[in-house]
Structure formats: structure tokens, C-alpha cells
């Protein structure tokens, strides 16, 4: 999703009466406060649950961002429902899982298990022990854009908090000459509500223009960081 396309998004959830009330970002391979010029410092403490040391060494790197950004969030904010969007889902497992086949070799119980691209919702719903419902997406290149979609029919449907989470847990070598754009680790969770008298304005902070996304992050922490820096009121 380029900048003007994240701009026409912002415009729709606007007008569609959809707003951002809360966000979390993990993203330790990336400068983070970089891309928000500084002023992600100004986020509150973090006070979210910690995933179970053995849960959290069954997910990939992808997974277990995604299940902490999503704990953060859902942590101040209750959800209703939950979306969670991933292009390559576990693209590294199933890579592992292929390599074994074509080696006649024994396959990972743990890899066969965690290999479904539903694996991180999954996962976050037995951590936060919640049973919402959920939905998880994959789209190509759309797959930021189509899970807004996702998000905006709960709302639609009458669901109050819908908590959106975007990931990826890197890109496997073997796959990089056919789909050279690859980021490090990293998630990106959204909780999306009706707008309401007051609502949601702790987010209109004073942050910068930001510049144009050439590409070089993804397209949800692009989408995130214009929809901060040019929200001046909600």
C-alpha cells in the first residue's frame, strides 16, 4: 500500500465513522522511533501480560510479536473480535516442513502444528483465554488493505472493539529471488471502534508531517505512523 493509497484508507475509516483507539507496535529489528521521527516515545508504559516462556518458544519470531503486540492492546482495551492479516503467514515452517519431505526425513511435530496461517490468533486466544470470534487473512500484496476490510465488516456487524494485527516473521532465502521485499520480525496491532463523542482523543497528538513511505517499511507501520502524523483531531 503506497502513501496516497494509506491516505484514501484513513479517508474511508473517516467517513465510514471508524476510528483507531489504541495501537501497539513490535518491531525489534526495526528503528521504530525513527519512523515516527521520536514521538513514539510518548506511548504509555507497557503493562501487557507476558506470553508463557513455553508458548512463547513454539512461535516464530512473526507469531510471537504479533501475540505480544495483540496482548498489549487487548490488555487496555478489551476486543470483541479479532483479525489478524500475515502475507507469508509461517512461511519459515513450511519451508522446514518441505526441506524434511524432500530429504526423507522426519518432520517436526511442533513445525506440523504451528504451520497454519491461523497459528498466531490461535495462539493469542488460548494466552489472553478469550473466545472471540476471528478471522485470519492473507491476500498477497493486498493482504494490509483487505483486512482494514475485514475489520470495518465486524464493525459493521455490530461488534464494538475490533482488535487488527499485521505481521510477518521474516522471509525465508530460498523464496527472496522470486519476492525480494522482505522486513525483519515485526507487528503492527490496531484496535478499531465507532466513533463516539471524545472518543480516541488521546491519539490526537501533535506529531509531524511525515514523509512519503518509499517501500522501506511495511505497509501497515507506513499506514499507522500518516495516520498519526496527519490526524490532528478525531
Known amino acids: 500500500m503506497s502513501f496516497f493509497e494509506g491516505s484514501v484508507a484513513k479517508r474511508v475509516l473517516d467517513a465510514a465513522g471508524i476510528v483507531l483507539l489504541d495501537?501497539?507496535?513490535c518491531a525489534p529489528g526495526m528503528d521504530v522511533a525513527e519512523i515516527f521521527?521520536?514521538?513514539i516515545e510518548n506511548r504509555p508504559a507497557d503493562a501487557a501480560p507476558k506470553i508463557p516462556m513455553m508458548t512463547a518458544r513454539r512461535l516464530s519470531a512473526g507469531s510471537r510479536h504479533a501475540i505480544q503486540a495483540a496482548l498489549g492492546v487487548h490488555a487496555r482495551n478489551p476486543a470483541n473480535a479479532l483479525v489478524f492479516a500475515s502475507r507469508h503467514g509461517e512461511s519459515e515452517r513450511t519451508t522446514q516442513i518441505i526441506t524434511a519431505l524432500a530429504a526423507d526425513a522426519a518432520i517436526s511435530p511442533t513445525n506440523f502444528t504451528m504451520?497454519?496461517?491461523?497459528a498466531a490468533v490461535g495462539q493469542f486466544a488460548i494466552t489472553a483465554q478469550e473466545t472471540l470470534p476471528s478471522v485470519s487473512i492473507s491476500a498477497g500484496t493486498d493482504t494490509f488493505r483487505q483486512s482494514l476490510h475485514e475489520a470495518r465488516a465486524f464493525l459493521e456487524a455490530g461488534f464494538e472493539r475490533v482488535l487488527h494485527v499485521d505481521f510477518e516473521t521474516g522471509f525465508p532465502d530460498v523464496y527472496r529471488p522470486f519476492c525480494p521485499e522482505s522486513f525483519p520480525a515485526y507487528a503492527v496491532a490496531f484496535l478499531w471502534g465507532k466513533k463516539r463523542d471524545g472518543q480516541g482523543a488521546a491519539l490526537a497528538a501533535a506529531f509531524p508531517k511525515c514523509r512519503e513511505n518509499d517501500g522501506a517499511m511495511p505497509p501497515s507501520l507506513a499506514?499507522?505512523?500518516e495516520y498519526l502524523c496527519e490526524k490532528t483531531a478525531i
Do not use: C, D, T
Open 223 to 225: 499506514f499507522l505512523r
Open 37 to 39: 521521527q521520536g514521538k
Open 115 to 118: 504451520s497454519v496461517h491461523n
Open 23 to 25: 495501537w501497539e507496535v
